[in-house]
């Protein structure tokens, strides 16, 4: 049983449904001087099976009536209504197609179920190869004029079109923030309709997605995401001699969707990208699709360093070959001190205690250093106010005027406080000398913090700049210290969470409980 939506109308116009009470027609079909069919209050959908798991394997049990089922007499009159695929009443024109429902193998594959045979760099393995798509249903043969797939004849359903374009429209833009052609939101989805690999990848992600901000069950997004690893490990089985660019754009829009449940992120997708981009040498270098996917993962393995303490385990040498260090567009530019960043967290993990050797650490400085006074004149913010806690803003106004900019300044704070982080104490400073230390660098770090989250709320329309202030504030929230920063954080990690749909309420809590015990250490009356 389910409450429905509104009515079929405006379900299939993906728009609000908005009944007036006592009204028996819809504000939107109203307006439009259509028949507007509302649902009736509750809904009953027909279960004929269910799976469980016995003993670790799963049983499907049928919920067939027996032969020996006593049935009541109905009293009259009764009348009942078949309802539609779309669960209203009759066979409206506006009647949603229903997609498969998935599988026991392909539930089983989803991400809660398979996750712990996947431990190594044989995440994908051991798995058996399914077709490229099921047979569709002779309903869904009726609708063969929404979309053709090239070349096979295959169709999309309204449901899969609608999560192509919500790809396109909403997720694709973050991989392409810093891609001077945009190449996750053009030439990704032409992968797709040539490559199922792709195109499941680019469901599942969708439905995981539109599941989170819609707080649904992402049952469809497990099925998709199931048929996906199938085509994947079959594929992955010859990847030494057959690695291609689908198989990269696959597993790095696989781990988008493993990040979206940040908290519980099992990092499986990660190890897969990593032993796909170390073993195509050259895609990093390669200019097109396979080099843009390949700086796409590089940020995701900053994102696994700097929240998870997932040390960098990528070939830097192939980036360091990279069209990105010949040219001089605002892309490039921030590609470079992305690839700074990177740097700067393989030395601090690979190193003991976080830090490195004074030579090194001076070399990987002076490139950051020269990087910021060499970036374009058109980096500087057209407008820029200050935070001033006193005046209630805890972070400063910085309006710049590309996604670029703004995503390469906060790889540049960010830098700069790994590279605080990272910095060697001299061996001969007394105790308060090292204690007064540490108070400087979390200053130092709060103060960079700060700009990063200020580049966030000053250009909102960069989605893609909220990740990188989320993470930051994740491992580093506790340097702040004062209050309007630590609430002015709080409502930052609120918006992000009903913007983006990136899960930032546990992070929140935590905040709220490291910032109560230091206050508390702070005010410490022995």
Same mark, same amino acid.
């Given at each position: ?28 079909? !109203? ?17 004929? =099976? ?5 003993? $670790? ?5 049928? &919920?067939? %009536? ?26 409206? /024109? /506006?009647?949603? *197609? ?27 393995? +051991? ?46 833009? %973050? ?42 069950? /992402? ?5 998709? #995401? ?5 085509? !994947? ?11 291609? *660019? ?11 969707? *493993?990040? &979206? ?7 499986? =997708?990660?190890? $897969? ?52 260090? #010949? ?17 700067? &967290? ?7 205690? =976080? ?10 400085? /002076? ?11 058109? %980096? ?47 061996? +001969? ?25 200020? !580049? ?23 340097? !702040? ?18 913007? &983006? ?26």
């Amino acid at each position: 049983m389910r409450v429905p939506r509104g009515c079929g109308r405006c379900r299939h116009r993906h728009i609000r449904c908005v009944v007036p009470t006592g009204a028996s027609t819809c504000t939107p079909c !109203l307006r439009l001087g259509r028949a507007c069919h509302l649902d009736p209050r509750f809904q009953f959908k027909s279960v004929h =099976h269910v799976y469980q798991r016995k003993n $670790g394997a799963p049983f499907r049990f049928e &919920l067939n %009536w027996g032969k020996e089922q006593v049935w009541v007499d109905v009293s009259q009159p009764v009348t009942f209504v078949l309802e539609s695929s779309d669960g209203s009443a009759g066979g409206g /024109d /506006d009647a949603l *197609e229903q997609y498969n429902s998935p599988t026991p193998e392909q539930v089983l594959h989803g991400p809660r179920e398979w996750t712990q045979d996947l431990q190594s760099e044989d995440t994908y393995r +051991d798995q058996a190869p399914s077709p490229l798509y099921r047979n569709r249903s002779r309903q869904d043969s009726t609708n063969s004029s929404l979309s053709l797939m090239p070349g096979n004849g295959t169709i999309l359903t309204l449901r899969e079109a609608s999560l192509m374009r919500y790809f396109i429209q909403k997720l694709a833009p %973050w991989a392409d923030v810093c891609d001077i052609h945009s190449h996750f939101s053009t030439e990704v989805p032409r992968r797709a309709l040539e490559n199922t690999m792709v195109l499941q990848a680019i469901l599942a992600l969708s439905a995981r997605h539109d599941a989170i901000l819609a707080n649904d069950s /992402d049952w469809e997004a497990s099925a998709y #995401h199931g048929q996906c690893l199938q085509i !994947l490990i079959a594929a992955l089985d010859q990847a030494e001699t057959n690695c291609d *660019e689908n198989m990269l754009i696959t597993v790095v829009i696989l781990r988008i969707y *493993e990040e &979206l449940e940040n908290k519980t992120d099992q990092k499986f =997708h990660l190890l $897969g990208s990593n032993r796909l981009v170390n073993l195509v040498t050259s895609s990093a270098s390669s200019g097109g699709l396979a080099e843009a996917v390949s700086w796409q993962f590089l940020r995701q393995a900053i994102y696994a360093s700097v929240v998870q303490y997932q040390p960098l385990q990528l070939d830097m040498q192939n980036y360091k070959r990279s069209s990105m260090f #010949h040219r001089d567009d605002d892309a490039a530019c921030a590609n470079r001190i992305i690839y700074h960043c990177a740097r700067i &967290l393989k030395l601090c993990c690979d190193a003991s205690a =976080h830090i490195v050797r004074q030579d090194t650490w001076h070399q990987i400085s /002076d490139s950051v250093k020269e990087w910021n006074q060499t970036k374009p004149a058109t %980096w500087q913010p057209i407008r820029y106010q200050a935070s001033s806690v006193a005046a209630g803003r805890p972070f400063p106004e910085v309006w710049m005027i590309s996604p670029p900019a703004v995503v390469g300044m906060q790889y540049y704070h960010s830098a700069c406080i790994f590279l605080t982080l990272s910095e060697s104490q001299s061996l +001969d400073m007394t105790d308060y000398e090292r204690a007064r230390s540490r108070r400087v660098k979390e200053k130092i770090i709060a103060g960079h913090l700060i700009v990063v989250i200020g !580049l966030s709320l000053s250009n909102e329309s960069v989605e893609n700049a909220y990740f990188m202030a989320s993470h930051l504030l994740h491992r580093f929230g506790y340097c !702040l210290r004062n209050v309007v920063e630590q609430e002015g954080s709080l409502q930052f990690l609120t918006r992000v969470e009903k913007v &983006l749909g990136w899960r930032t309420s546990w992070m929140m809590r935590e905040l709220e409980h490291q910032w109560t015990e230091l206050a508390a250490f702070d005010s410490w009356d022995p």
